[in-house]
């Protein structure tokens, strides 16, 4: 009987693989001894032949720019790629090992999804000068006419999103995105409609940028994280909940190491201070001020009546007012003389 019993169910796997159909197999679930004429029970087992996946490869030097939500699929299956802000749309590519291109579905400026084929694919993307000046250390930022930097007070969206610009290497890009109050001319026209066209920076659903409302922790956050396109991480604080719209830019934001999450609350609607500003972007491009350059006083050195050189931002907002020249050693920055 046993040996009947293993011939249907060769015979069953053999119609499945012609005729492609998913069988139940009838498998033994009690002893039936050959030959004896004992009595066995039968269940049924479903049989699903296996669904072959394919690779979804991405260059080692592109992984930050160009990120897949998955590694492999089925053919079929719908994979998202979020794409950095500093890769250029016109340039994203997806192609099968079989040497055909995959066609590629625009959600959003960072988003693009694309069916996967019944083979392994490569995603490629050309990095456009949207990129930080991480290697000049020019002044991003300045105090105000009486001699203070406010490090308490406030960002307009608009400052935040010059401060940006500023940082960029090639400021002459496309500028297809508009926003109705935001006035052709103004001081802060290129920053906002670059940065949006790049989807760094998002206006309201009424078509309004609000460039002179103050740009909340959130926003800023937002900015950042879409700028580098930051994996996603988790926060401890108790007033940003996973529901709330700007919980994986801050979680990203605090998992590069941008920011601390050891408050118990962040309050996220808040303005963000001067003082964070420059905490964040500091830690971004990689700068950090010369304590004992600072401490020697140099001709031309601006300092501020209201940031003292014991105060815990002090060495942020010196390095974000002050241009200059710089060398690194082992990851520490020894400025050299003043721009």
């Known amino acids: ?59 080692d030097a592109q992984k930050d720019q160009l990120k897949p939500d998955r590694t492999s699929a089925a053919a079929g299956t719908t994979v998202t790629i979020k794409v950095a802000a500093n890769v250029s749309a016109d340039a994203i590519h997806v192609l099968g090992k079989d040497g055909k291109a995959v066609e590629l579905t625009k959600v959003n400026d960072t988003t693009y999804t694309f069916k996967m084929p019944s083979c392994d694919v490569n995603v490629s993307g050309a990095v456009i000068d949207l990129r930080l000046n991480t290697t000049d250390h020019f002044a991003y930022i300045q105090g105000y006419p009486d001699g203070t930097f406010q490090p308490d007070g406030s960002l307009t969206r608009a400052e ?83 529901t709330f719209w700007g919980y994986k830019y801050i979680a990203s934001v605090v998992a590069k190491g941008w920011l601390s999450d050891s408050a118990t609350a962040y309050q996220p609607n808040g303005a963000i201070s001067r003082a964070e500003v420059v905490s964040i972007v500091n830690k971004m491009l990689g700068r950090s001020a010369d304590a004992a350059f600072l401490a020697k006083g140099a001709d031309g050195l601006k300092a501020f009546t209201d940031v003292k050189a014991d105060d815990s931002c002090y060495l942020d907002v010196m390095e974000a007012a002050n241009a200059h020249d710089y060398k690194l050693s082992g990851g520490k920055e020894t400025w050299t003389g003043l721009k």
Do not use: H
């Open 1 to 59: 009987m046993k040996k009947l019993f293993s011939r249907v169910i060769v015979l069953m796997l053999m119609m499945t693989m012609v005729l492609g159909m998913t069988v139940y197999v009838a498998a033994e679930t009690s002893g039936v001894q050959q030959g004896t004429g004992s009595s066995g029970t039968l269940t049924e087992t479903p049989f699903t032949p296996s669904v072959p996946t394919y690779r979804v490869i991405v260059d």
């Open 160 to 242: 935040a999103a010059t401060i940006f610009y500023r940082l960029l290497l090639d400021t002459s890009l496309t500028k297809s995105v508009s926003f109705s109050d935001v006035k052709a001319g103004s001081w802060y026209e290129n920053a906002v409609k670059v940065l949006a066209s790049k989807g760094v920076i998002a206006g309201y659903p009424d078509g309004s940028f609000k460039p002179n409302a103050s740009v909340t922790r959130a926003e800023f956050c937002a900015m950042a994280s879409r700028f580098f396109a930051l994996e996603e991480g988790t926060v401890k604080f108790t007033d940003v909940p996973t």
